[in-house]
């Protein structure tokens, strides 16, 4: 009997030829599948083996601290790398388990196909000649049907072990996401209360505006004071003109340098790029005013 494996390293060519050795018996080689049980044997302890030592990694993982989010005082630093590459190396090992327990299962009806019953075996053929190959026969297909089962419970262990690191996985994205948003409610606080700062002192600069308008004006030398008296030269008109001037220059700056920023864009793009950027100021400035009419109505209240 041969045994044909393709590209085996110096390992496994050493692990066949003990395992091989060591089922060298009379008795077995009455049963001509007798060669699939050692074989089938060491395959459920590399499988073993590949599948627990998954689930030890995939254990320190959901062992780890920094997956329970309240415990967090800094934004956690998952390796997420890892997390895939081990997710990687778990389907890896789901695949081979998937093709074992499918490869178990066309041994097993081979061995039941070939099984002969007593009562169709050859006439001449003795009880005691027929009973040690049942026997033989049996045993084979025990152990095989044994490392069948096996195979199917590592294969649901795999499952399993898949289905534990995608939720941790999911786990610490969902970390990651939360410790943004806490960081994002933080930062909305600090905003408020620089609004808040920015309100009053917007407040006190309107206040004190039209009288800085008033006394800027008055100390032109447009106006003379003689005597008690107030008078205005006749180039007061100057400083009307210069005034409507600048007005009109600002004005244009406010209106066009928005346009000169989208120039050689699609002009629907830029039309809504500038029409959604004015709903979104619009929208502002009216939240706004409800704000501070909602406060206003605050106050009037108390």
Not at 89 to 112: M, R, Y
Not at 187 to 213: C, E, G, Q, Y
Request: glycine residues 2%.
């Amino acid at each position: 009997m041969f045994i044909l494996a393709f590209d085996p390293v110096q390992v496994v060519q050493e692990r066949l030829r003990l395992v091989l050795s060591h089922h060298l018996s009379s008795e077995e080689h009455l049963d001509p599948y007798w060669l699939y049980a050692p074989l089938l044997e060491e395959i459920v302890s590399l499988q073993g083996a590949a599948v627990w030592g998954l689930r030890d990694l995939i254990r320190r993982t959901e062992l780890s601290p920094t997956r329970d989010p309240r415990n967090l005082r800094e934004k956690p630093r998952h390796n997420y790398s890892r997390l895939h590459d081990i997710a990687r190396h778990a389907i890896h090992v789901s695949e081979t388990l998937d093709l074992s327990v499918k490869l178990t299962e066309n041994i097993i009806q081979g061995h039941d196909q070939l099984t002969v019953p007593s009562s169709h075996a050859d006439p001449g053929s003795s009880i005691q000649q027929l009973q040690p190959i049942e026997h033989t026969r049996c045993n084979i297909r025990s152990r095989l049907t044994f490392f069948s089962h096996a195979l199917y419970s590592l294969r649901c262990r795999s499952t399993s072990n898949q289905q534990r690191l995608g939720n941790e996985i999911q786990l610490r994205f969902h970390t990651d996401s939360q410790y943004d948003s806490q960081v994002s409610v933080e930062i909305n606080h600090s905003t408020k209360t620089d609004s808040a700062s920015m309100r009053w002192i917007a407040i006190v600069s309107l206040i004190f505006l039209p009288a800085n308008l008033v006394s800027s004006v008055f100390s032109t030398t447009f106006f003379d004071v003689t005597d008690g008296a107030v008078s205005v030269t006749k180039d007061f008109w100057i400083y009307w003109v210069a005034l409507v001037a600048v007005t009109a220059v600002t004005m244009a700056f406010w209106f066009y340098l928005p346009r000169l920023s989208f120039r050689g864009l699609d002009p629907r793009v830029a039309g809504s790029i500038m029409s959604h950027s004015t709903k979104a100021s619009l929208e502002d400035l009216t939240r706004r005013l409800k704000g501070e009419s909602a406060n206003l109505d605050q106050v009037t209240s108390i």
